[in-house]
């Protein structure tokens, strides 16, 4: 059974910095790829990040130049640094992992919350 525990989210000011991380356990192929996604208030869910385990990142516009993306393979573990956070970064952001093994599974976290507020 594979999980994800996140860890990090809370209160920040505009412009400010937060570092979210991800754990990742269980029975996990080597083929993956990790990744935030993130839902505000009345909002869909959105991909902001993701990482192969190879290293390739990709975001969201609204994101690039803030936010990075990073892991540690030997851990499957990920984390989101997010810098200069704006009022409208307020959401719940989960972990993501989809890994293949004889097809491809994906797992959630449970999510944390992040809110920016003066």
């Known amino acids: 059974q594979v999980q994800l525990m996140e860890s990090g989210g809370g209160l920040v000011q505009p412009g400010g910095s937060l570092r979210l991380s991800c754990a990742a356990s269980g029975q996990i192929s080597s083929i993956n790829i990790m990744g935030w996604y993130r839902q505000g208030p009345g909002k869909q869910r959105e991909l902001v990040a993701r990482?192969?385990?190879?290293?390739?990142?990709s975001y969201a516009d609204s994101v690039k130049g803030r936010f990075t993306i990073s892991r540690e393979n030997a851990k499957t573990t990920t984390y989101l640094q997010m810098s200069s956070l704006k009022l409208e970064d307020t959401a719940v952001y989960y972990c993501h992992l989809r890994t293949y093994g004889s097809g491809w599974l994906e797992y959630w976290g449970q999510g944390t919350q992040v809110t920016v507020s003066s």
């Open positions: 990482i192969t385990f190879g290293g390739s990142t």
